[in-house]
């Protein structure tokens, strides 16, 4: 079992750069099993968990994958099989992303249901109600769902119940292969659709208004491979600029595009943090105390829930009460309990959390219980009394690309251990996380 340590008191300073956006990737590889020609090439590929494990999955459907210093190939001219199994979709909600393009190039597909982070319970009706519009019948059985199409699927009018971010996606790329035009109506506007949308494009589709609420796709006869380099992490982005924010740093997050990032810069500047916008970046600047501020979880461009956690971090130590409400995940406050751990005063009320600021944080022994609870854990681990120990890193490793060094690299006084491997360093010492302990390092997929 492996944990990260972190001792609090370093000011953060420095550049640190962005990953591939996670939530770009996994439904951009997904999609690459719509080319039946050629060879899709997806660049800043991060090496996360979560990538290795929808690599595996298209590997299991017969697919040829590579991945070489972050550089993903797919050359899914060679699927033969439409069946995904429990093994590595249990492991992560997004492998359930393969039914779309499957069932459309196919039209026949049987999926376990997926895994993912317990933040709610997560439903799919929205997705199987875009494929029945489209002509498929779909079986539900113990653990997995099948769907099948009596030829190609037919383009159809989908309202979405809810602006899902997977549904958007699952049905998109569903609908790029099907006979006429499929227009989703309260679609997703997430970056992430944006991005899988051009890369679709790229693919041959015809899919526009990606970014709004209304998406046309028409569909076409055949996809074929391209090359994509994935848009960086606006999540990943956020943590770090609140982790700045949380130490009073000064700190230049590099490749993060304010664009994707407007309600996180305006909470920040709200509270006090001053924040500069470069064409390559945005520089976070923490030099006078915080307010707090209240904030509420709205699917995009409202505030993302995937930053709520490290969001409430900042709050803690921030002047004065706040409202932290939830809407989009109806159980997205577990990482409260491991705050109060470190001496945090939060109440719960509902889908509202109201954080008592000015919190002297104390370290303590605490989990991930999510992937961006973890991500919260270690920022306010950052800046509170004594050393802070956050397990449950598989969670973290899901969505964060070697977080432990990039941390070490601002100043973080932070390094990883694994059971009965390490011993902690000297006192005061920056440390770097051990490299076998990284997520890059630690898979050994058959492709490597
Ligand atoms: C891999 C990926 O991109 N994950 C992101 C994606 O997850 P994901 O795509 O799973 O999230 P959704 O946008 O689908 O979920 C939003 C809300 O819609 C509900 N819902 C969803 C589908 C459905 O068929 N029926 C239904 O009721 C969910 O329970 C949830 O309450 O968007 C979430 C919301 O921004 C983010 O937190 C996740 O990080
Ligand atoms: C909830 C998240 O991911 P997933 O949808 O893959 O569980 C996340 O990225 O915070």
Redesign the pocket.
């Known amino acids: 079992m492996s944990k990260f340590i972190v001792r609090g008191g370093n000011v953060l300073a420095g550049n640190v750069k962005v990953s591939g956006a996670?939530?770009s990737v996994?439904?951009i590889i997904a999609a690459s099993l719509l080319g039946e020609e050629g060879v899709s090439v997806i660049r800043d590929a991060p090496p996360l968990d979560d990538v290795m494990t929808i690599n595996k999955v298209l590997e299991s459907l017969g697919a040829t994958v590579t991945y070489d210093r972050e550089v993903i190939t797919v050359n899914a001219r060679t699927i033969a099989s439409c069946e995904a199994p429990y093994e590595w979709v249990r492991k992560m909600?997004?492998s359930f992303l393969v039914m779309g393009p499957l069932l459309t190039r196919t039209g026949y597909t049987r999926i376990s249901l997926p895994g993912?982070c317990a933040i709610?319970?997560?439903?799919?009706?929205?997705?199987?109600k875009g494929f029945e519009a489209m002509g498929a019948e779909i079986n539900l059985g113990q653990g997995f769902i099948e769907a099948r199409s009596q030829g190609r699927l037919r383009g159809a009018k989908i309202y979405l119940?809810?602006?899902?971010?997977?549904?958007t996606?699952n049905i998109m790329m569903a609908a790029t292969l099907a006979e006429g035009t499929t227009v989703i109506e309260n679609a997703?506007k997430?970056p992430?659709i944006v991005d899988l949308a051009n890369y679709l494009n790229g693919m041959g589709a015809i899919v526009r208004g990606a970014g709004t609420g209304v998406i046309r796709i028409e569909g076409v006869e055949k996809l074929h491979g391209v090359e994509h380099t994935v848009i960086p992490d606006r999540?990943e982005a956020g943590t770090f600029m609140i982790a700045a924010a949380m130490t009073g740093g000064n700190v230049f997050v590099e490749g993060a595009i304010a664009d994707h990032l407007g309600p996180i810069i305006s909470k920040m500047e709200e509270m006090g943090v001053r924040v500069d916008i470069y064409e390559n970046g945005v520089r976070v600047i923490a030099d006078k105390p915080l307010k707090a501020v209240d904030v509420k979880t709205l699917?995009?461009p409202g505030f993302?829930?995937?930053m709520q956690s490290q969001m409430m971090a900042l709050l803690l130590v921030s002047e004065g009460t706040s409202v932290v409400t939830e809407t989009?995940?109806?159980n997205r406050f577990m990482h409260v309990d491991q705050f109060r751990l470190m001496n945090a005063e939060i109440k719960v009320e509902g889908r509202s959390s109201i954080v008592t600021g000015g919190a002297k944080l104390s370290g303590a022994k605490v989990c991930a219980t999510d992937l961006r609870a973890g991500a919260a854990l270690i920022i306010a681990g950052l800046v509170a009394d004594g050393t802070t120990e956050v397990s449950g890193t598989h969670h973290i490793d899901r969505g964060y690309v070697h977080l432990a060094e990039k941390l070490s690299g601002l100043g973080a006084d932070i390094w990883r251990i694994t059971e009965g491997k390490e011993s902690a360093p000297e006192a005061g010492k920056v440390t770097v996380a051990a490299q076998e302990d990284l997520p890059l390092l630690k898979i050994q997929p058959s492709w490597a």
């Open positions: 996670k939530n996994l439904p909600r997004a993912g709610g319970t997560r439903p799919i009706d929205q997705h199987l119940d809810v602006a899902s971010v997977g549904a996606e997703a997430e992430e999540i699917p995009y993302p829930t995937d989009v995940f109806e």
